[in-house]
């Protein structure tokens, strides 16, 4: 599917979304324009890898003096 034809429907969904309002057709383009940029740019970063310092089941308060 092409770039235009993502941000059409995601405009439309946007429309639903809010009850269908009648006069915001630019607003919902604009709103979904953004968002399909948004989801590009989170996928061309990658997956997110957790971070190796913070370790399963610890607890900060632990390391803390009196803690």
Known sequence: MDREERIRRRAHEIWEREGRPEGRQQEHW????????????EA???PVAPDPAV?????PAAN???G
């Open 30 to 41: 604009d709103r979904a324009v953004q968002e399909i940029e948004s989801e590009g740019s």
């Open 55 to 59: 370790g399963v089941g610890s607890d």
């Open 44 to 46: 061309e970063r990658g």
């Open 64 to 66: 803390r003096p009196g």
